[in-house]
């Protein structure tokens, strides 16, 4: 597609229960990464695919978190057991080779746990 | 690894007034400076960028400037419209795989 696609928009969930997030990347993007950003803050990293490398995970913030990605396309990000902290909206972006070009991001998912 | 900071978090201008956002970084590998303007409700998007072989760029009423020797580069933006009113980030990378990092943003103000 034109751009980067997340759905879905706004998700509403029961603490507890686990969501799962879904990101389409620009066809042909390599590299794809999942941000976080609570209200009024900044982008906090989360995860970074790049082809067919092992992701970096080093942003995850706890093993409540996991992300997958099938081959250069779609990804989804699941979090087990949401917690009201868990509440944010979760910002996917992919780019071109390895990065040299700036990401460009979907509109993301709001998600509240409640 | 890199970090970025970023100044002011807040600035309020009047329309058609200049504004300036600024943020250093601390790795000197790092060769790639974008900035992205986020709309409430919205994805961050690219609005201009700089590498580190060029010392300033402009797109119309925007501009960025880079000093490697200090570390640091800037956002311009001049004739402040209401339009304008978003929070900005800036970022940094290096070559290869490394990703982006984020400065904290800047809600930028425009009042009329």
């Known amino acids: 597609g034109a751009g980067v696609s997340q759905s879905p928009s706004n998700k509403v969930t029961e603490k507890g229960k686990d969501v799962e997030l879904r990101c389409d990347p620009i066809s042909g993007h390599t590299a794809l990464y999942w941000y976080r950003q609570r209200l009024g803050q900044g982008l906090e990293f989360l995860i970074y695919f790049q082809g067919n490398s092992a992701p970096d995970k080093s942003g995850l913030p706890s093993d409540r978190f996991s992300a997958e990605r099938t081959g250069e396309s779609v990804s989804t990000l699941t979090i087990q057991r949401t917690q009201q902290e868990d509440s944010a909206v979760y910002l996917c972006?992919?780019?071109?080779?390895?990065?040299?070009?700036?990401?460009?991001f979907g509109s993301g998912t709001r998600l509240t746990v409640v | 690894g890199e970090n970025v900071e970023q100044h002011p978090s807040t600035l309020s201008v009047q329309e058609g007034d200049s504004a300036v956002i600024k943020c250093t970084y601390s790795d000197s590998a790092s060769n790639y400076f974008p900035w992205y303007k986020q709309e409430l409700g919205k994805g961050p998007q690219l609005i201009i960028d700089i590498r580190s072989n060029v010392g300033e760029k402009k797109d119309q009423r925007i501009a960025v400037t880079l000093n490697k020797t200090a570390k640091h580069f800037s956002l311009h933006i001049t004739e402040t419209q209401p339009e304008d009113s978003a929070v900005y980030f800036c970022a940094a990378r290096k070559g290869g795989a490394d990703g982006l990092t984020f400065g904290k943003g800047t809600h930028l103000i425009i009042q009329p």
């Open positions: 972006a992919s780019s071109a080779r390895d990065g040299v070009y700036g990401y460009t």
